[in-house]
């Protein structure tokens, strides 16, 4: 017994991030907390953990389920804890070194979470006894629960529980719309264990209640040398599987399609999905009522409390439920940048995508690459830090579509009926100039107004105004070289908002040109901006990040507190803005602009065209 169950252990290895550099507003991943490499066997012969039920997922479509997990030791601590793991079988056996002249430790990854064993259980100290509700998601393999005793620093393994797995772990899991090159085109993007070798992914989908037709889907993965460093290189790795994407289209403006995902076995079995439902978005410049929502930096929570990450809980899961609650009135959502802070633990992205499907499997996800998918050192990326744990943007570029030329350059347009957007990526150089400088010039120039005479500008990094303490300190209130370049286009192109995550807060201001107000009006403009107005919007999940104390003209509403936007066009004339707080829907600042198509075209400073002694 003893034999057996040490090929289930292993003992030490790097689960460190020490030279991960973190902004002030957000530390550590709560995973990189726990010194695996000091772990040491303590088997306890009157230990146990013990795991229900041991099948889950047994009906189709069922991707979640909760186990109970009760423990005993008789020599119980304050700091021991529950660690999850991934495969179950946690060994060494496909470990690789990073250098051939170093043995490979003997853990080599991660747990996928991990909670005090007294969360739950008060008298634990006490009794030795204790139990916990997990919420475990479908992630392709079986799990284990290990209890640990020493702590994070000093782990000794303790006792470790049976297995527990899907009925079929393998299942289309997590569908992720988004929009395509074309505005009738609908990509559906999802996760399963079947590769291309063992079936044939498809997606099943028709105007609802008619007849369904069927559309392939491509298949991707990526290896661990796609990685670009620790610990997405090494303890923070986990096997992807495969992320399929399919492309819905010719489809009907407004009209409403159900679909399923689907695997063809190669034994001419199929594996199915649950069925979804997306509404096709309307034709471009269509005069219909269209909502937007649009935030960064909302991360993932877990609702059973576990792998606590710096109060991402109470932000993120309240962000998630208001957004499902008022489902039917979004059309379609902005995340951008900073999506799960994953930070180099893979696993991390199929709680993330779990989290968000009931909103992404019906209006379209779109995000935009921030420094925590995307930033390493020697890779391309405009900044030289760590952020990304590694990941070097491609867990980001893999698991969500974006209608980009070229995934590893993030920037792409995109519209939705009477808005058209913009996302520029700011972990590459958007200074004039650069490859991304021009597709930002020709995106805002190459708008037909009178169709979408809403404009917007979004992306990660603050290239516009913001408060932060961050920002104030550097005395340039704003990403370094940020608008510098980028306010002349805002301005000739008569950009109506630019909007950006990165600093965890919510913030407005004056419809703004070179540091001066272009309007006195706070909350409904009529006519011509003569500015853009810029909103900090990256308070959604990840832990708040302080604002100066110095006050700024510009700036006129500002929030402490976990948040999103939402847009309403009424018609092509009517713009309502929304902050709303996550902690209760209700909106907390508000605008309306409301203008005609002339005053689009009137002249204003630095969107003048010259003239001539004829005019």
Known sequence: MMRGLRLMIFIPSLLILTNLQETSSHGDHPLSRIAIHEATLALTPLAYVEASPSILGLTTGQNSEWVTVEYSTPIPSVDDWIGVFSPANFSASTCPSENPRVYPPLLCSAPIKFQYANYSSPQYKDTGKGSLKLQMINQRSDFSFALFTGGFLNPKLVAVSNKVAFSNPNAPAYPRLAQGKKWDEMTVTWTSGYGISEAEPFVEWGPKGGVPIRSPAGTLTFERSSMCGAPARTVGWRDP??????????????????????????????????????????????????????????????????????????????????????????????????????????????????????????????????????????????????????????????????????????????????????????????????????????????????????????????????????????????????????????QKYKVDIAMFGHVHNYERTCPIYQNICTSKEKHSYKGNLNGTIHVAAGGAGASLSPFTTLQTAWSLYKDYDHGFVKLTAFDHSNLLFEYKKSRDGKVYDSFTISRDYRDILACTVGSCPSTTLAS
């Open 241 to 490: 599987g495969y992320i399929h994407t399919s492309f819905l289209k010719e489809l009907w403006p407004n009209a409403v399609y159900a679909y399923k995902l689907g695997h063809r076995l190669f034994n001419c079995t199929y594996i199915w999905s649950k069925e979804y439902q997306f509404k096709a978005p309307p034709y471009p410049g269509q005069d219909s009522v269209q909502r937007v929502v649009i935030f960064g930096d909302m991360g993932k929570g877990e609702v059973d409390g576990s792998s606590e990450y710096n109060d991402f809980q109470p932000g993120s899961l309240n962000t998630t439920k208001q957004l499902v609650q008022d489902l039917k009135n979004i059309d379609i959502v902005f995340h951008i940048g900073d999506i799960c802070y994953a930070n180099g633990y893979l696993s991390q992205w199929d709680q993330f995508t779990a989290q968000i499907e009931p909103i992404a499997s019906s209006v379209p996800y779109m995000i935009a690459s921030g420094n925590h998918e995307r930033d390493w050192p020697g890779t391309g990326s405009f900044y030289g830090n760590m952020d990304s744990g590694g990941e070097c943007g491609v867990l980001a570029q893999t698991m969500f579509y974006a209608p980009t030329e070229n995934r590893e350059k993030f920037w792409y347009s995109t519209g939705y009926g009477m808005f058209r957007f913009c996302i520029a990526d700011t972990e590459h150089d958007w200074r004039e100039g650069t490859e991304q400088y021009k597709f930002i010039e020709h995106c805002l120039a190459s708008v037909d107004r009178h169709k979408q005479p809403w404009l917007i500008f979004l992306a990660h990094r603050v290239l516009g105004y913001s408060s932060d303490f961050s920002y104030a300190i550097e005395g340039s209130f704003e990403e370094p070289m940020g608008r510098e370049s980028l306010q002349k286009l805002w």
